[in-house]
Antibody, heavy 120, light 113 residues
Framework: EVQLVESGGGLIQPGGSLRLSCAAS????????MSWVRQAPGKGLEWVSV???????LYADSVRGRFTISRDNSKNTLFLLMNTLRAEDTAVYYC??????????????WGQGTLVTVSS | DIVMTQSPDSLAVSLGERATINCKSS????????????LAWYQQKPGQPPKLLIY???SRESGVPDRFSGSGSGTDFTLTINSLQAEDVAVYYC?????????FGQGTKLEIK
């Protein structure tokens, strides 16, 4: 059974940094395309980033240059390092899988999400 | 980016009746080489993550009840929920995956009348 468990969210001041984790089970992170999708409070869904099974990465314009997606194959875990955080980054961050074998950008499994609040 | 626009923003339907949600994309998401529409639908219940319902505009994800169906092509799509059940109360999102970045509609809130 596929399971995704996010952690690392919290309250952070503007300009600060935070690293989110997504521990996966039931499949191998390194063999799949994986994404982060966020949802501001009371708002809709926004795709943030993807990492391909081969390691290539893509980012939304709103986070490019500030966020970095990565993974630790030995821990079967996905990460999102968020730097220079802004108030508008406040959201629940979900990790999600893209269907195998990859290349199709819809999301078939989702974690429960972790809340990031950027505020002074 | 492709803009996805859903209508209505909210609707209330009686139990056992049909609910219809529309989604329009700012450009076609039909890929001519394989004749597939790169369009997905999700259901999000309060306090839960989104759940994939439909992909390829009309293919139901495994385990999704057959009262959920998707239709449409090109730029205009519909999610239909037949025989509405109380557990179908949720926000529904369409999403295109024709181009990067993938983009979502603003959501349609479905309630019981």
């Amino acid at each position: 059974e596929v399971q995704l468990v996010e952690s690392g969210g919290g309250l952070i001041q503007p300009g600060g940094s935070l690293r989110l984790s997504c521990a996966a089970s039931g499949f191998t992170v390194s063999s799949n395309y994986m994404s982060w999708v966020r949802q501001a409070p009371g708002k809709g869904l926004e795709w943030v980033s993807v990492i391909y099974s081969g390691g290539a990465t893509l980012y939304a314009d709103s986070v490019r240059g500030r966020f970095t997606i990565s993974r630790d194959n030995s821990k079967n875990t996905l990460f999102l390092l968020m730097n220079t955080l802004r108030a508008e980054d406040t959201a629940v961050y979900y990790c999600a899988t893209l269907p195998s074998p990859g290349g199709l950008y819809y999301f078939d499994y989702w974690g429960q999400g972790t809340l990031v609040t950027v505020s002074s | 980016d492709i803009v996805m626009t859903q209508s209505p923003d909210s609707l209330a339907v009686s139990l056992g009746e049909r609910a219809t949600i529309n989604c329009k994309s700012s450009q076609s998401v039909l890929y001519s080489s394989n004749n597939k529409n790169y369009l997905a639908w999700y259901q999000q219940k309060p306090g839960q993550p989104p759940k994939l319902l439909i992909y390829w505009a009309s293919s139901r994800e495994s385990g999704v009840p057959d009262r959920f169906s998707g239709s449409g092509s090109g730029t205009d799509f519909t999610l239909t929920i037949n025989s509405l059940q109380a557990e179908d109360v949720a926000v529904y999102y369409c999403q295109q995956y024709y181009v990067t970045p993938p983009t979502f509609g603003q959501g349609t809130k479905l309630e019981i009348k």
